[in-house]
């Protein structure tokens, strides 16, 4: 007989993890929310899916519904929801419906880049400071959407302060703590600006995710459905209106 082989079993990657739960309903619903985006961001619908999966591993961490905290989809607390016009209560809870939430993730990260895209006034002695470079600004984009764009503005400021350039990311990340940030915090911020954007050259080369959904026109939700009650089919939980 002859000796047997040792046959390799390639280990699959967290993207190809991820490809594996993406239904179509979720392509179709992020790619829709990619309809937010456009040619003056560096924003796509694999940004969306890196940040889906960083954020819930694609639906799969989601929390408890109603809660203050981040949860749902895409880990928005319930402020930044319901500033995307998102309802948020036990009885109905949109982050945890991936039509609503990748749409109000779409909407944010937008908002966030349209923010450091020029000086946007924040709050008392707080603007941000306008980074010119699409993909220079999506780092800061990506860090204040895992962090707040207060904090992340700050650090920029505190860059400036001490003489560093404001419009680079590796020089304003160092002022992440003094900003206000725990050490831990600040190691998470770091990972995810750099994870994301990993992730999502990988996704951009496997998932079947259509690229050029940023051009089309958005297809809207129907409105908000406040009234109802929640039923499990399939092991998923679902709102019916009543």
């Given at each position: 007989?002859?000796?047997?082989?040792?046959?390799?079993?390639?280990?699959?990657?967290?993207?190809?993890?991820?490809?594996g739960r993406e239904t179509s309903h979720i392509r179709k619903a992020l790619e829709n929310a990619s309809s937010y985006f456009d040619?003056?961001?560096?924003?796509?619908?694999?940004?969306?899916?890196?940040?889906?999966?960083?954020e819930s591993s694609f639906g799969t961490l989601l929390h408890e519904r109603g809660i203050d905290g981040p949860s749902g989809d895409?880990?928005?607390?319930?402020?930044?929801?319901?500033?995307?016009?998102?309802?948020?209560?036990?009885?109905?809870?949109?982050?945890?419906?991936?039509?609503?939430?990748?749409?109000?993730?779409?909407?944010?990260?937008?908002?966030?880049?349209?923010?450091?895209?020029?000086?946007?006034?924040?709050?008392?002695?707080?603007?941000?400071?306008?980074?010119?470079?699409?993909?220079?600004?999506?780092?800061?984009?990506?860090?204040?959407?895992?962090?707040?764009?207060?904090?992340?503005?700050?650090?920029?400021?505190?860059?400036?302060?001490?003489?560093?350039?404001?419009?680079?990311?590796?020089?304003?990340?160092?002022?992440?703590?003094?900003?206000?940030?725990?050490?831990?915090?600040?190691?998470?911020?770091?990972?995810?600006?750099?994870?994301?954007?990993?992730?999502?050259?990988?996704?951009?080369?496997?998932?079947?995710?259509?690229?050029?959904?940023?051009?089309?026109?958005?297809?809207?939700?129907?409105?908000?459905?406040?009234?109802?009650?929640?039923?499990?089919?399939?092991?998923?939980?679902?709102?019916?209106?009543?």
């Amino acid at each position: 007989m002859s000796p047997q082989k040792n046959i390799k079993v390639s280990k699959k990657t967290k993207v190809e993890i991820w490809l594996g739960r993406e239904t179509s309903h979720i392509r179709k619903a992020l790619e829709n929310a990619s309809s937010y985006f456009d040619d003056r961001d560096a924003l796509t619908v694999n940004t969306l899916e890196a940040i889906y999966g960083q954020e819930s591993s694609f639906g799969t961490l989601l929390h408890e519904r109603g809660i203050d905290g981040p949860s749902g989809d895409f880990q928005l607390d319930a402020v930044t929801a319901k500033t995307q016009d998102l309802t948020v209560s036990k009885e109905n809870d949109q982050r945890f419906d991936i039509d609503y939430a990748s749409i109000a993730a779409a909407r944010y990260l937008k908002s966030l880049d349209a923010m450091f895209g020029k000086k946007t006034h924040l709050s008392e002695n707080r603007d941000t400071i306008p980074i010119k470079d699409t993909l220079e600004r999506k780092k800061f984009v990506l860090a204040a959407y895992d962090d707040g764009q207060g904090k992340i503005a700050h650090a920029q400021y505190l860059a400036q302060q001490a003489g560093k350039d404001p419009t680079q990311w590796d020089a304003v990340q160092k002022f992440l703590e003094e900003a206000g940030n725990a050490p831990g915090k600040v190691t998470e911020i770091r990972k995810y600006v750099e994870n994301v954007p990993k992730n999502e050259a990988e996704f951009a080369q496997k998932s079947l995710a259509d690229k050029k959904a940023k051009n089309k026109k958005v297809r809207k939700s129907k409105g908000p459905c406040v009234n109802g009650h929640w039923i499990t089919k399939n092991h998923h939980h679902i709102f019916i209106c009543d």
